[in-house]
Nanobody, 121 residues
Framework: QVQLVESGGGVVQAGGSLRLSCSIS?????????????RAWYRQVPGKQRDLVADITDGGSTNYADFVKGRFTISRDNVKDTVYLQMNSLKPEDTAVYSC??????????WGKGTLVTVSS
């Protein structure tokens, strides 16, 4: 019923930039009843835990992991129902699968399948 589709991943050299997009769609009435409370980006390297990268509340407040502060920016387009992650000054250690997450006002979590970002040195 709720689908999150990420795009924008790829291979970039260290110091470069990428912008990830997450398109959110919901094919049921529950999307009208329950709004989205938080939109977020997470990342995971194989064999390691998934880490929060950044999130943005319905009110527009943002939160960033220390390891991306000053380099990444999360934003949203309510008309397009899309959340973005602008990533600048990328480092090899930013290489990971980046996944989009939403938390609905009823507490339900939804995840996208992820998009791979590879930063070469």
């Amino acid at each position: 019923q709720v689908q999150l589709v990420e795009s924008g991943g790829g291979v970039v050299q260290a110091g470069g930039s990428l912008r990830l997009s997450c398109s959110i769609s919901e094919s049921s009435l529950s999307g009208i009843i329950f709004g989205v409370k938080t939109r977020a980006w997470y990342r995971q390297v194989p064999g390691k835990q998934r880490d929060l990268v950044a999130d943005i509340t319905d009110g527009g407040s943002t939160n960033y992991a220390d390891f991306v502060k000053g380099r990444f920016t999360i934003s949203r387009d309510n008309v397009k129902d899309t959340v973005y992650l602008q990533m600048n000054s990328l480092k090899p250690e930013d290489t990971a699968v980046y996944s989009c997450n939403i938390v609905r006002s009823d507490g339900e979590h939804y995840w996208g399948k992820g998009t791979l970002v590879t930063v070469s040195s």
